[in-house]
């Protein structure tokens, strides 16, 4: 098993920054693939970035590329969302994620973390 706990939510004004964390325990060496989701209120769960092995490829939703970044630290055991210039339009729950490819909503063995608010005002 896996353990997945994220932090570093919070509320911004508009064109803030915010990191999000995310670390793993368990059986971490099963880990391929880190992502990052997010569920907005009344809407379904999307793909927000992802990265696979090292870390030299990696995944973003049109919606955020440019603004935001993923990365992972090894020793660590824990992946990162750097967001910069929010828009309130990404107020959601974040939630993080892992397993053997980044194809984590149809995988039935991917982990996710219990996920952390991010609230940005306009």
């Known amino acids: 098993q896996v353990q997945l706990v994220e932090s570093g939510g919070g509320r911004v004004q508009a064109g803030g920054s915010l990191r999000l964390s995310c670390a793993a325990s368990g059986r971490t060496f099963s880990i391929y693939a880190m992502g990052w989701y997010r569920q907005a209120p009344g809407k379904e769960r999307e793909f927000v970035a992802a990265?696979?092995?090292?870390?030299?490829?990696?995944y973003y939703a049109d919606s955020v590329q440019g603004r935001f970044t993923i990365s992972r630290d090894n020793a660590k055991n824990t992946w990162y969302l750097q967001m910069n210039s929010l828009k309130p339009e990404d107020t959601a729950v974040y939630y993080c994620?892992?397993?053997?490819?980044?194809?984590?909503?149809?995988?039935?063995?991917?982990?996710w973390g219990q996920g952390t608010q991010v609230t940005v005002s306009s």
């Open positions: 990265l696979t092995g090292s870390g030299s490829s990696t």
């Open positions: 994620a892992a397993g053997g490819s980044i194809r984590f909503t149809r995988d039935e063995n991917a982990y």
